[in-house]
C-alpha cells in the first residue's frame, strides 16, 4: 500500500488539488515534501520523531514545540499508514500526544516549570481519557459477544489472541473458575472501577492504581503492542504529587524544585501572575471547553447500542473513542506461506517449503515470542487475514509476488526465507490451518511442540509472476522482477 499512491488517490478525490481539503483529509507534511524519494521523506520523519522523543526521554524535559513537533510527526505517518496504521492505539498515541502538549511550558525546558505547573484542567482531561478508554472497551464487550456474558470469554482468548507470548501458554491452561474469576474482573475494572475517578481523591488513586495492575498483567499474558505500556499513562493521572513523592529522592531533582514551589504557595510568597501567565490560563480554560465539546459525540457513543470502537469523530484524533475485544474467536487460524521451485505445483512430488514470520504461529515447535511494547504490524494483520479471505485481503497477494522475486525488502519483515542464497521459489501458496495449544505433560509438549495444527484447505492457490502480472497491473502495483532461474 504506498504511500504516494494513496497521497495521489486524495489529491485527485478532493480535486486535483494540495490545499484545505487535502490536509483536512489527510493531515500530514508529507503533503509540502518533494515525492520522489517517498522512502526518504518517510525515514526522516521517522528519526527525527526518534531524537525529539529520546530527548525528552533521557533529559525528562520538554515543552510545547518539542511535544507539537512531536505530535504532527507521528500523524503524518498515522494518517498515510492505510491499514498498517489502523490499529486503535495509534488514535489513542494521538490523543495523549495532544494532551501532553498543555503539560508544558511554550519555550522553557525544565523538568519542573517553575512558572508554569500543569493546569488541574490537563490532569483532568488525561482522567477523562483512561475512564473513556475503559468504559469504552468495558461497554463494547457486554453488547458483543456473549462469550463475555456467560463468562467464558477467557476460556479462548489467550489461545486465539493476535500475537500469544509464553506466558499466554500456561495462562490458558488455567482451570476453569480460573478464568470466570478473569472474565468477572475484566467486567468490573473496566465499567465499574473507571467511575472511582469521580469519587474523590483516595477513590481516584485507587482507580489509578487498578488500572495499572491491570495493564501489568495484560503485558505479561499477551503482546498486545505497545497499547497497554501506553494505557498506563493517563492513570498516572490520577495520582497527586503527595502520593507519588516517594518515587523520587529527597533533598535533589525535581522533588526539591516541588517542595519549594509549595512551600513558597503556602508561606503567600508567590508572585502576582505575569501576562504571559494569565495567557496560558486562558489556553488551559479553552482545553477543556475543546475536550467537552469533542466529547460530545464520543460520549453519545458510549451510550448507543450500536457503538463503535476505535473512532475518530474528528481529522485530528483530539478526542476517540476506544474499545478492544468486542469479539473472540473460538479458533485459531494461521495462514502458511509456502513456496516450492518444482516447474509443476500440482506435480505430487513438489516440495513445499515453508516461510516463518517474526512472531506470529507457523512452525509447532517455536516458542511463542515476548515483544511487546514493540509492534510487529505485518504478523497482526495476518491474524486478521486468517479470518478472512485474500480478496478481502489483496495485499496478501502483493506479498506472494515479492516472495517470488525473493525481494529483499519483504523478507526482511520476516524470520526465516526458505530459498535463502538459492533460487527464488517458482510458484508460491498460502496454506489456511486451525492451530491449538498443546497440552502440558502430553506426548506432543513432551517432543517439543508448542502447537498442534491441521489443515482446513488452501487460502489462495500457487501463484507464479507470470500469472500475476494482470493483477499487478490492474492495482498499478509495480511487477516484481523476473529473475533467471539456475538450470
Known sequence: MPCKGYLNSVKRYVGGKI?????????????????????????????VGMALSAFVLVTGMANMVVMVTLWVLYHSL????????????????????????????VWTLSQVPRHCPPSL???????????????????????????????????????????????????????????????LSNHFIELVVPLFAFLGRRMCMVNGAIQILFQVVLIVSG??????????????????????????????????????????????????????????????ICLGILIG????????????????????????????????????????????FQGTLSP????????????????KPGDVYRRPCLLSPYHYR?????????????????????????????????LSLLDHNPFQDRDPPRWVRGEHFRYKFTQPGSDSAAQGKWWLRRRIGAYFPPLDLEGLRGYFQSRNWPHPHIPPYRS
Open 19 to 47: 490545499g484545505m481539503a487535502a490536509l483536512a483529509y489527510t493531515p500530514s507534511i508529507l503533503w509540502f515534501f518533494d515525492w520522489g524519494d517517498m522512502d526518504a521523506n518517510l525515514d526522516g520523519i521517522a528519526l
Open 78 to 105: 498515522v494518517n498515510v499508514g492505510q491499514l498498517w496504521y489502523s490499529f486503535g492505539w495509534e488514535s489513542q498515541l494521538l490523543e495523549t500526544g495532544f494532551l501532553a502538549i498543555f503539560l508544558c511550558p
Open 121 to 183: 484542567i490537563c490532569i483532568w482531561t488525561f482522567r477523562w481519557l483512561i475512564v473513556r478508554i475503559m468504559l469504552g472497551a468495558g461497554l463494547i464487550k457486554i453488547r458483543g459477544d456473549k462469550c463475555w456474558g456467560d463468562l467464558t470469554c477467557m476460556d479462548y482468548h489467550y489461545e486465539t489472541q493476535p500475537v500469544p507470548n509464553p506466558m499466554s501458554y500456561y495462562m490458558h491452561h488455567s482451570p476453569w473458575w480460573v478464568h470466570r474469576f478473569e472474565t
Open 223 to 284: 503482546n498486545l503492542s505497545f497499547l497497554n505500556w501506553l494505557t498506563i499513562v493517563p492513570s498516572l493521572a490520577c495520582f497527586d504529587d503527595a502520593s507519588l513523592g516517594f518515587l523520587f529522592r529527597s533533598g535533589g531533582g525535581a522533588k526539591k524544585a516541588v517542595l519549594e514551589i509549595q512551600n513558597e504557595e503556602a508561606a503567600g510568597r508567590t508572585s502576582n501572575p505575569t501576562k504571559g501567565m494569565l495567557i496560558r490560563r486562558v489556553v488551559n
Open 293 to 336: 465539546c469533542l466529547s460530545v459525540p464520543v460520549v453519545m457513543n458510549l451510550l448507543s447500542s450500536r457503538q463503535v470502537m476505535n473512532t475518530s469523530f474528528d481529522p485530528l484524533r483530539i478526542v476517540n473513542t476506544y474499545g478492544a475485544f468486542g469479539s473472540i474467536t473460538k479458533e485459531r487460524t494461521e495462514v502458511i
Open 344 to 359: 509443476d505445483p500440482k506435480d505430487p512430488d513438489a516440495v513445499w517449503e515453508e516461510y516463518q514470520f517474526l512472531c
Open 378 to 410: 505485518l504478523d497482526w494483520l495476518m491474524w486478521f487475514a486468517a479470518f478472512q479471505t485474500y480478496e478481502q485481503s489483496e495485499w496478501v497477494i502483493h506479498i506472494a509476488g515479492r516472495l517470488l522475486s525473493n525481494d529483499s525488502t519483504l
